[in-house]
Every structure is written in structure tokens, then in C-alpha cells.
């Protein structure tokens, strides 16, 4: 799995990369066939509470899932994000067994 991390109007540290690898590399134990996931960080209004948008989506096959949060960190939009993929990824592995 392939983890792509890009940040716009802001540089990230290698403490978020770190803690974004350790996090999104538990949704393959929800599934296994994912083929990349790419996390996007943006800073939306500098200055302002709630103002950093962390946004997942995932590659799997035939489909990609997408989820987006706003939070005050991203530590804590990755968190939601990935919670949310999760689901995403349960309710997408159910279908496929019921096909």
C-alpha cells in the first residue's frame, strides 16, 4: 500500500508524516486490497478556529473512497478520517461478498 501525503499552503513536519504512516497503515487490517491512499492536508483560513481540512482517499479496486474532515488539527482530522475510511472500507467489503 502506498501512502502519498501532500500539504498545501503549509509545510508538514515529520512528526504529522510520521503519525499519517502509523494511522492510515491500520485500514489495510479493515482491507486488505487497497492499492494507495492518498492524504491531503490544507490550511483553509489562516487565523481562524476549525480551519484545517484533512481530506483521505483511498484506492481499492474498481472504485475510489473519499472522506473529508475540517478540525482544529490535522492530528485530529486524520483521526476522524480515518475512522470514517474505516466504514467506508467495511461497507465496501460487504458489498463485494454479497456480489
Known sequence: MEIRI???NFDATEQ???FVDKKVS???KTFEDIHSVDVQFKVV???TSLNKETSISVAVPGTQLF???VCDTFEEGIDLCVDAMKVQLS???EKQ???
Open 26 to 28: 491500520k485500514l489495510s
Open 67 to 69: 472522506v473529508e474532515k
Open 45 to 47: 483560513k489562516p487565523a
Open 91 to 93: 461497507k465496501f467489503k
Open 97 to 99: 461478498r454479497g456480489m
Open 6 to 8: 501532500k500539504s498545501i
Open 16 to 18: 504529522l508524516k510520521e
